[in-house]
Structure formats: C-alpha cells, structure tokens
C-alpha cells in the first residue's frame, strides 16, 4: 500500500500475478516521485497518474478488451485491447473521437448484418 502526504487512506496498490505487475490507482489522482540510483548519481522523475473510468471491460480466454473514459487530446474514449500469451502481455490502445464512438456504434447495432 502506497499513501501520500500523511493520508492513511489507499491510493494505490501493485497487482501481482503470473505474468505482471501492474499499479492500480485507486484515488482519481496520484503523483508518484520514483528513484533511480546509479553508481555516482541519484534521479527523480515526478510521474503523475490519474486514474479514469472504466466504461465495458470484457474478457475471453487470453484477451481483454476495455473502453474508458479519457480527455487525452481531446479524445473522449480509449479502447484497450490486452493479449497475455507464452509470458508476454501486448497492449494495443486507440483513443476514439465522439464521432467514431458513434458510427462504431451505429456499426455494430446494426440489424441482419452479424449472426447469432
């Protein structure tokens, strides 16, 4: 459990399981300061992370696909799409304008275009 600035409250934690370690944030805003030690020399990198909302997430076999919420570029959504395979985890992200959401929507509502 990380905690900043005296809070006691969880702001975040590390997930492991057999193929990663990811941190999940669990507060809407996390400044994290992370050390590198060299030899002769200390570095710090403020790294900030907030966190978003998860609009769907489905899972099947190895795959998982996710659509957040997101104001990156002015780009209202992100879908994510993770393969964990052999010990190896790809993750292909695309963020996605108002426009696109809505003519992938109309897309896959379609009628007599998809089979059941």
């Known amino acids: 459990m990380f905690q900043s600035s005296g809070m006691t409250r969880e702001t975040c934690y590390i997930s492991r399981d057999s193929d990663s370690q ?12 992370c050390l590198k030690l060299t030899r002769d020399r200390m570095y ?11 609009l769907y ?29 052999l010990g190896v985890v790809t993750a292909l992200d695309y963020f996605v304008s108002s426009e696109e959401a809505e003519e992938i929507s109309r897309a896959l509502s379609k009628p007599g275009h998809h089979t059941g």
């Open 22 to 33: 990811e941190l999940i944030v669990t507060a809407p805003r996390l400044v994290l300061d």
């Open 57 to 85: 997430r489905t899972s099947k076999e190895s795959k998982t696909l996710e659509i957040e919420e997101t104001t990156r570029d002015g780009l209202p959504f992100r879908i994510l799409i993770t393969l964990r395979k």
């Open 44 to 54: 710090t990198t403020r790294v900030e992370v907030a966190a978003v909302a998860n």
